[in-house]
């Protein structure tokens, strides 16, 4: 009976299996006369169980073990062949993760302050220590800027130019024909003095000078989760994540679809009014900690922002006036910028349709700042 076959005629019988498996697996990749040797210990390895001998059959075993090993011998390039084979796999996932999952997302702009930060230009003196900036480059993202005049001159063009494809520089040429490049976007050197470096065109700069002298803190990186809409309906005060496409007041002739982060304020068949700096959703004061935040008053933070809560803005499309209202249609949602005196929003250009929402705005990874963590 096979339960009381003695347990190294199982080991036998079961490795001439495996190795006559592995014999027609390599037989078009390996020589004959391996095949051979690998068939002539197999053959005294079937002899040695025939014959019941157990210290034959483990000897013949080993010798059988070593003659398959000739088969499996390792390609020269077996070790960049599995690297390459685990890369590709982890791009896989990690694309998986994004299209399914959670996808990250930077802040761009100040639209969403106090509660989510955008890209941050701060004028200042000379730069720190190496070792200090690579800390704060590291937790708070935060690089800087210095440029200073090498003569007597004005700057006369700020131009855009790309480096290593993913960067972006301006380009600062002077009466002197000095060229100067700085890693800073064109609007970041510029002449908006709430969020650049104010460089004026035409100014006489004196020799050593600062032309662009400060830091650049990055805007939020958040992970948006785009699992959980599949299941539940957005929910008014969550910060959420949605496309540009088909938005009649976004649409720029050969411009593709964006991503634009707001807080939803207004479901299907809403009544939106703003009295300002209070939000009103069906006739009742908007609750929720998003709003009460928006809705608080004057604030300011620690970066001396200054916020003033919800506003009418007679330049808006809607809700430009206390006595205005606006019904959100079926299917569609009100997205509102937190800074609502700075934020192109919904009264501009429109409510966002159901089929563009991308996600939940769910966590701050970066930089480790007051803001990281769930984003509420």
Not at 46 to 68: F, I, P, Y
Request: glycine content about 8%.
């Amino acid at each position: 009976m096979f339960f009381l076959t003695p347990r190294y005629l199982k080991h036998g019988r079961q490795f001439i299996k495996d190795a006559r498996k592995l014999v027609a697996y390599k037989r078009d990749l390996v020589g004959e006369e391996t095949l051979l040797e690998v068939e002539r210990e197999i053959a005294h390895l079937e002899h040695a169980v025939a014959q019941k001998d157990e210290k034959a059959v483990t000897e013949q075993m080993h010798r059988l073990d070593q003659a398959c090993g000739k088969l499996t011998k390792p390609s020269p390039d077996a070790a960049w062949r599995e690297n390459v084979e685990v890369f590709l796999v982890a791009i896989v996932i990690a694309l998986a993760v994004r299209t399914y999952f959670l996808q990250p997302f930077t802040i761009p702009t100040g639209s969403m302050q106090p509660t989510l930060n955008g890209i941050i230009v701060t004028k200042g003196g000379p730069p720190p220590g190496v070792a200090r900036q690579a800390v704060e480059q590291a937790i708070f993202g935060r690089r800087y800027v210095s440029v200073l005049a090498r003569e007597d001159e004005s700057i006369l063009s700020v131009t855009e130019r790309k480096r290593f494809l993913f960067f972006t520089y301006s380009e600062l040429h002077s009466s002197k024909d000095n060229v100067y490049l700085v890693h800073a976007t064109p609007q970041q050197v510029g002449t908006d003095a709430k969020n650049s470096f104010g460089v004026k065109l035409q100014y006489e700069f004196k020799k050593g000078e600062p032309i662009v002298q400060g830091y650049i803190d990055t805007g939020d990186h958040v992970f948006v989760d785009k699992f959980s809409y599949h299941f539940i309906r957005p929910r008014r005060d969550q910060v959420f994540v949605f496309t540009t496409a088909g938005i009649a007041g976004l649409k720029r002739e050969g411009q593709q679809s964006q991503y634009y982060i707001k807080r939803l304020a207004g479901l299907p068949n809403d009544d939106l009014c703003v009295v300002a700096p209070e939000l009103f959703i069906n006739k009742e004061r908007a609750k929720g900690q998003g709003f009460e935040r928006v809705m608080s008053g004057t604030w300011e933070n620690k970066d001396g922002f200054e916020y003033r809560g919800y506003q009418n803005n007679p330049l808006a499309t809607y809700l430009t006036r206390p006595e205005e209202k606006y019904h959100v249609e079926s299917k569609t949602y009100f997205a509102m910028g937190d800074n609502s005196y700075n934020s192109a929003d919904s009264r501009y250009w429109g409510p966002v349709p159901q089929e563009n929402i991308a996600g939940r705005a769910l966590f701050v990874y970066y930089p480790f700042t007051r803001h990281f963590g769930l984003i509420k």
